[in-house]
């Protein structure tokens, strides 16, 4: 089945990293100000989830979910719970860290609820990609700057990190001690990470 992207409405700087990313079969879903990167990202919306609190609801044969203002979930949340629905099982998500610190944390918590639900997700933005390490190994390889392990969710113990400056075994992250901050990868090396207890946030550093 395709990928379904779903763009926020923050801000996009590099969009031709983004371009770079996606997929011809991808399937869009805009997320309210997330359709201000349509042009852009020459990409047509599959599905218009919003409020339209920060852009004017479009006249547009293309599905569109109008959601009230007052709930729980944000544009964003609701638009990956609708895709889950629809049976999709690998997600990008873009446009949705920026300014504000809140909405950024509650859209890297998605990464979270989506790796509960053994969905393989990644938020990819102008600076950083972001994925979770949980059940299988993931990898790293050299063409990023650094690459950042942080613990969002409890603590994480038995990981394992090789092929990398700062290798690891059998270590423990927890929330209130981040020292997996800016690892790299030796030279000619893929990094390897494997946590046998918890999940941890995946930072690559462009």
Not at 9 to 18: D, L, M, S
Not at 58 to 74: A, G, H, N
């Amino acid at each position: 089945m395709a990928r379904c992207v779903i763009v926020g409405g923050a801000g996009i700087g590099c969009y031709q990293r983004i371009r770079d990313s996606l997929r011809e079969d991808d399937w869009f879903v805009y997320c309210d100000g997330g359709l201000n990167h349509q042009r852009e990202l020459g990409r047509k919306p599959d599905l218009i989830v919003g409020d339209f609190d920060s852009h004017e609801r479009p006249v547009t044969d293309t599905e569109t979910i109008v959601l009230p203002r007052e709930k729980d979930d944000t544009d964003t949340v609701y638009a990956v719970k609708e895709a889950i629905r629809r049976g999709f099982r690998d997600f990008l998500l873009i446009g949705v860290t920026g300014e504000r610190f809140d909405h950024t944390f509650g859209n890297v918590s998605l990464l979270l609820y989506l790796d509960s639900q053994g969905i393989p997700a990644r938020i990819l933005d102008d600076y950083s990609e972001m994925s979770i390490v949980s059940r299988k190994e993931a990898e790293v390889k050299g063409d990023c700057s650094w690459f950042s392990l942080l613990n969002i969710s409890g603590t994480a113990r038995g990981i394992t990190i090789r092929g990398a400056k700062y290798p690891l075994e059998n270590g423990e992250i927890s929330c209130e001690y981040q020292y997996g901050i800016s690892n790299e990868v030796l030279p000619g090396e893929t990094a390897r990470i494997s946590v046998r207890e918890g999940r941890l946030l995946l930072v690559r550093v462009f």
